[in-house]
């Protein structure tokens, strides 16, 4: 395997440069065998990485950017003003093919807006979708999309991101034959509106899927299916309301557990259970969402990230660009339109 | 204030009638100031009554019903199909005004159809919407709606879902002027789809609603809103994952304190916290959702509701009938309307 460039956003995320520079150290450290593109202010990035090594430094690159992308700026001004910007320049990276994959912890509209304008949708696919991993039962995961790219989506759309999804789940938690359900407010035939109606039609007509049916809400988190598909007004509330009552339940048990000396202590020995517990219950905050459907790979790493957080999501990155899954979404996106004709 | 006749199906619910009819024997005892009118088969309801004193048993009457709507029947066949069943009856006797509410937990299309159809909506409501209380983080509780009568929503109907929210929030919990939010991906004014966009500017411009603006998945449980709108596909599926996720944290719990005799014994005491915990996270399954925005007070408890949910479910439909939410919300809708002549 040849080797692979990420180009990483230094100055995203609520928490600025030091949380993610520390993330990227970790991860060129860590991977010997990929060479990194550090985008930003190259003040804030020479002193970070003069802890190198020289081996280590030699897989780095500096790519200074004079703009930063404001967190609450709205995507349009992201487009038109901030063109030096270092969000901007790790997808001009990988468009010109000089990155495999970029991440960014920065303004989320913003980075959906300048990808689709920047590196286009593969042929086949109308919109890029994101999608994150969330726990199951079982210990699995499923992939739920889309989180919030899309607010309105057609049948078709929503079609193209069960195959997507299906791709994905393939490539990245190696599933053969990957489940694939769409999200909808009854099990019936009969419920739900006629957007998922039509796709649900045409999954039944699409031999190359293994397509399960519909699921419940209920039903993301019970192992049911790899895959579930919705729009990204919906999935990005699954998302979020799944994520408020997580913290809820961590809010109340320690709540409760200031009730009396005995709970207190409880409490305490039971905090770590319930930190691993949280942690895989808040997947929003400990996954990247990969952005999927376009012609590179771009993760989001939470804006809220740890440095953790944004560590994984640069792993995530590597993933996905050594699986190749934007080539391997286009030949399944061609295969199932020409079973279709 | 006069005696209320509350109506009760004694045949819904996956458990059948012994729980409900276990249940229902409290509430009489209970509520010495109400009369209830027990729908469904004599024969099952009979030697229950009979375990009331006399004075229980002269507020109690039985009306026989013939059919059952079945748990998986489609909505259109519990219509045409099931004019004797214990579900009509129930509606039937609020339609007539010989009950003051109903309850039951039975089918819920089925029920939503029907009552539509019996009950007919408040004049300047074009649909009615489910809603339910669910927990937030002070010990509050937030009115989400729709959680699933309608999934295609209009902007008229979501600015009409808030009227009917704050309403019910106000008589309900007493609170003065309840805080209406409406559900959206983002809070920022640019984000949403189109209905969304244009209920946010039929709030801001009704004077008598204290309309706060957007607020996201996560903010449900927050306390920043007691009312959250929605339309029914994305309410459903943001109460259902919440349940979801609330059922993975305890199954989590179970899962991780098998791990050694410590986390065993760990996991034994910590039971009754998260009993008490869990009961509070999963709102659907221990609160009725009440039908609003009809002529008529109707309470569904959950199908798999225990006899203490569908007591609550009881309560809450005398509680909503004492206070004449539908009257008020009425009331409500007629004033807000000729604010914005």
Chains 1, 2 share one sequence.
Do not use: W
């Amino acid at each position: 395997m040849s080797t692979l460039t990420i180009a990483l956003d230094i100055m995203g995320g609520d928490h600025g440069p030091p949380v993610i520079l520390d993330a990227t150290l970790k991860a060129i450290r860590t991977h010997s065998d990929c060479q990194f593109i550090l985008c930003g202010n190259q003040d804030i990035i020479s002193p970070a990485i003069a802890q190198l090594n020289d081996a280590e430094r030699q897989r780095v690159s500096v790519s200074h950017c004079e703009q930063v992308v404001d967190m609450g700026e709205p995507p349009t001004s992201a487009l038109r003003n901030k063109k030096q910007s270092s969000m901007r320049r790790i997808l001009d990276l990988v468009d010109s093919g000089e990155a495999s994959a970029c991440v960014s912890a920065g303004n989320t509209g913003a980075l959906l807006t300048l990808a689709y304008y920047q590196l286009k949708t593969l042929a086949g696919v109308d919109r890029p979708a994101l999608v994150s991993a969330m726990p199951t039962a079982s210990n699995h995961k499923v992939f739920l999309l889309d989180l919030g790219a899309n607010v309105n989506c057609t049948s078709e759309i929503l079609f193209q991101y069960g195959v997507m999804g299906s791709v994905l789940a393939q490539q990245v938690e190696g599933i053969e034959s990957p489940r694939v359900a769409l999200l909808n407010v009854g099990e019936e035939d009969i419920k739900g509106n006629p957007q998922v109606k039509h796709a649900d039609q045409m999954f039944k007509n699409a031999p190359g899927i293994n397509y399960i049916g519909y699921v419940e809400g209920d039903q993301i988190f019970t192992d049911k299916a790899d895959v579930v598909v919705t729009d990204g007004f919906t999935g990005n509330v699954a998302l979020k309301s799944s994520e408020g009552l997580a913290k809820l339940v961590v809010h109340e048990v320690r709540r409760q557990s200031q009730r009396n000396i005995f709970t207190r202590i409880l409490g305490k020995i039971a905090l770590p259970l319930l930190k691993s517990i949280y942690n895989r219950m808040n997947p929003d905050q400990y996954n990247g969402a990969s952005l999927i459907g376009l012609r590179g790979t771009v993760i989001k790493s939470h804006g809220n990230a740890s440095s953790d957080a944004f560590y994984y999501a640069i792993n995530q990155a590597i993933q996905e660009a050594q699986m190749q899954v934007p080539d391997k979404i286009r030949t399944k996106i061609e295969t199932v339109l020409l079973e279709q004709l």
